[in-house]
């Protein structure tokens, strides 16, 4: 190890030990996330869903154009309440920024938020499985709104920080920021080494930001509610469902997978994506992405990620956690090099539907 290195982790991982072993389901939609708003059966309804492997990362750009959508309706249909589908970051981001609007907000959700996919997430700032066509300028404000929302609740309790992430490669997740909203993020720094026991090869090191969603989301929660939002468990069947139990005239629809039943939306694809949880290491500052990836965590050093596409299912294999973690070892010199499976996220089988599309360079 070198002198510069920065610290090794400890990759000493016990699979049955409490919350080890982890799994989620990316809310996935092909062509692109849904973000807009219809009129159905008397309703005006505003959907926010499909943002895949990074809805953490769109939250706060994709409320912020909730919100646009539903003031412009209640400045001609003067309503004064809405309600809000799903308690997820989505849900909740969006209510928070309607409450701005002066509406009695009401969140209705199958699983309180710490059972939702966004509790589960990494928290990397970054655009990942996620597609956007015809959507590039939106995305563009999206970002920045969202970067900007984020960077600046730093050091105010919603568990964000910033650090830098390591790749050997560059990264279409966050090139990809650059290329659409060019200086929003730090330029990356080519490497002419990766700082790290094991490591002879060069790298790339961006400056990122990490959300931390055991930390921002209870605090969303918390806030929303000192703020009179109510949370009421409700289980919705159907569209029809919806529309027959709810007297509220408009609905923000913020219910990521739960969408593909709800409004038969057949563009929605589950994406299942498993974590195995280290146990914390506060001396760990930085973010590392190769052949998966790892955040540490004020809870725990998590690594990632894989990938399987139409699956959804919320249960944790120990035994491909146990693989997440070797395969990170293994990059440092502490476990033996092995070939990468189709599961993996960064497996070439996956790159299609993991790394956003790239604008074209004019
Ligand atoms: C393993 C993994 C790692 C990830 N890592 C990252 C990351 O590092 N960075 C990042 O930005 N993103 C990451 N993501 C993606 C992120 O978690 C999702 O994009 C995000 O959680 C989507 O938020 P959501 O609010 O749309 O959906 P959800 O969190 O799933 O919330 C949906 C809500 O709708 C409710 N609902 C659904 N159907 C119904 C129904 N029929 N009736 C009533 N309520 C219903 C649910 O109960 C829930 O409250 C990761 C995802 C996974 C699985």
Redesign the pocket.
Known sequence: MASADLPTPDFTFDPNAPGAC??????YRTGSFRLDAQLDSGRFVVH??G?????????WGCAAKVKEMVQKRIAVAHDTEVAV???????MTAATLLLELGLRVTI????D?A????????????V??VKYEGKENELKDILRTSYTTFKNSIGHGFGVSERPNFTPKPSPNLDVVEQLVPGLLPARVPLTRLPFEGHTKPGFKYQTLL?EPPIFLPRLESDLKARGVMFVH????SKQHVFTSLTQKLIVN??????K??WNDSKMVPV????AMLPAQPDLQYLYGQDGYM?PRADHVVI??TFEEGVNNEVASKTVCKDLVKHIAALFGKAAPRPMPEIHIHHPRNTAMVDPAMPARV
């Open positions: 982890l799994a989620g389901v990316r809310p926010n869903y943002h895949g492997g990074c809805g953490i990362t769109l939250s589908l799903g308690a997820g970051v989505m849900g209705y959700s199958d699983r938020p059972q939702t996919t966004s509790f589960k997430a990494g928290g990397h700032w970054a990942s499985v959300v409700r289980n919705f069947t913020c219910t990521g997978l739960g969408a039943v709800l299942k994506g498993q974590l955040f990632g990620g």
